[in-house]
């Protein structure tokens, strides 16, 4: 049976084996440390390129708690519109590629929010903030569902819901004090 130190045995040496003698070190692991981990060639690529798009390197001010929270609301309201656009069917079908587009240029819009160009707060709360506001409550007026509704109404209603309040919000925390004092700051185009 194996020796394990408990209360009992508080010794952490094996029955049979001699404790070291004091000032005695333990031998060292022939075991090399760990290497990182070699990067894929996307990485490589990618890396770079994400933190242009992302600048947060000691030549600038980080931007602050409300910036970044409107940035992940933003993609959270571009995933619920994406979600929403899928769940309602075949009657969007048609206008799923004009949606998609909507949707990516919404990301990229929002990626650039992010690394502190001062026009695309404008571009977000007009573009997709009060017209996406406007085109979403005249789309769940006009849904017309019956008692009760079925699930894919419900599922629609809830991403409608979810886009609605991440666009809201992500609008009013781009434009607080905090924010406005980064996008100064930062002096991006």
């Known amino acids: 049976m194996p020796h394990h130190p408990d209360v009992t045995n508080p010794s952490p040496t094996a029955p049979g084996t001699e404790p070291l003698p004091p000032g005695t070190e333990l031998p060292r692991s022939p075991c ?8 894929s060639h996307e990485q490589r690529l990618l890396a770079p390129a994400l933190a242009r798009m992302l600048p947060g390197g000691a030549d600038e001010p980080p931007a602050p708690g409300a910036v970044r929270a409107a940035f992940a609301l933003w993609l959270t309201a571009a995933a619920a519109g994406v979600f929403m656009t899928a769940a309602d069917g075949l009657p969007l079908l048609p206008f799923l590629p004009l949606h998609l ?89």
């Open 101 to 189: 587009a909507v949707f990516a240029a919404a990301v990229l819009v929002a990626v650039r929010m992010r690394g502190g160009a001062r026009w695309t707060r404008w571009v977000l709360a007009c573009g997709l903030g009060a017209t996406g506001t406007l085109s979403l409550t005249a789309w769940a007026g006009g849904r017309g569902a019956g008692w009760p509704p079925d699930f894919a109404d419900v599922l629609a209603g809830g991403g409608c819901v979810l886009h609605l309040a991440a666009a809201l919000t992500a609008t009013v925390l781009m434009f607080r004090p905090a924010a406005n004092a980064w996008f100064r700051a930062v002096h991006h185009r």
């Open 32 to 39: 090399p440390r760990p290497r990182p981990r070699p990067r």
